[in-house]
Structures are given as C-alpha cells and as structure tokens.
C-alpha cells in the first residue's frame, strides 16, 4: 500500500522514475543531459538593524548590490560578479555594532559573484579574485572557502 502510494505521489510531482524509467518519447518528453545551466537563486542583504547608527556606505553598498542583480537577471554574469564584489567592498569590515549582519553581507555577495562567474563561464578569474579575499576578509574566510569548492572545475 505505502510503496503504490510513494509511486502515485512521484507520478503526480513529474518523476519519470514513477512510470518505470525515462520518458522516452512524445510532446512532453524531456532530455535532462541538454538542459542549459540556470540562472541561481541569488542571496540578498540584511540591513542592519537596532539602536547602533547604520554605516554610512550601507546604501551605496545596497545600490551597488541592486545593480549588479539587475545585471545577473539581465545575464551580464560578468559584469554581475563585479558588481556584487563591489558592494563587498563598500561593506566596513572588523568590530562594530553590526559586523555579523556586514560579514554575513559580504558572504552573500561573494556567493552571489561566484554564481555569476559559474554562469559566465569564468571559474579561474572567479578563483582569481576570490582566493585572495581569504586572507583579506578572515570573517568571510568560511563561505569564500565553500563558494570557491562549489566552483565547476
């Protein structure tokens, strides 16, 4: 009963494994070795919050971060990792009110910039311009880290 139920369920979600292997032809057949690399889910910024001043490179850090979306989603990857590494930048680094919710900024435009540079195709300059921010942003060292080992090879 539980295993003609899991069968029904992976029928209804589209598994073609549920129908007894792949589809093998006709209108809704599908060849997922010829899919095309998607655009990924990009991360977004937290604004800082609470009593402490925000820094004052927070909006052009925003501005920066909201133009190299608009590149992403336009498919300019290249131009979209610069952009989000930009916004890094902007981000203060080092103690303060809000540095968790900054470093936690940067990872995600770090990760943001390499998935661009996944899509564009330009593993090494990713590598190239990421490896260094190891060492020069040691709170982000951990994502950057993990971004880098999710590069395509």
């Known amino acids: 009963m539980i295993a003609r139920w899991a069968v029904t369920l992976a029928a209804l979600a589209g598994c073609s494994a549920a129908a007894g292997g792949p589809a093998t032809g006709g209108e809704d057949a599908v060849n997922l070795t010829t899919l095309a690399p998607v655009p990924y889910a990009l991360y ?12 004052l490179s927070w909006e052009p850090a925003r501005a920066r971060f909201d133009a190299a979306r608009a590149a ?5 990857y290249r131009a979209a990792a610069r952009g989000f590494l930009e916004c890094a930048a902007l981000l203060p680094r080092g103690p303060g009110p809000h540095a968790a919710t900054l470093a936690s900024d940067r990872a995600a435009a770090y990760r943001n910039a390499a998935s661009a540079w996944t899509l564009a195709g ?16 040691p709170e982000c060292a951990g994502p950057l880290r993990e971004a880098l080992a999710r590069l395509p090879r």
């Open 72 to 76: 992403y989603e336009a498919e300019d």
């Open 44 to 55: 977004d910024l937290v604004p800082p919050a609470g009593w402490d001043p925000v820094p």
């Open 122 to 137: 330009a593993t090494a300059e990713a590598r190239a311009a990421l490896e260094p921010l190891i060492a020069d942003d």
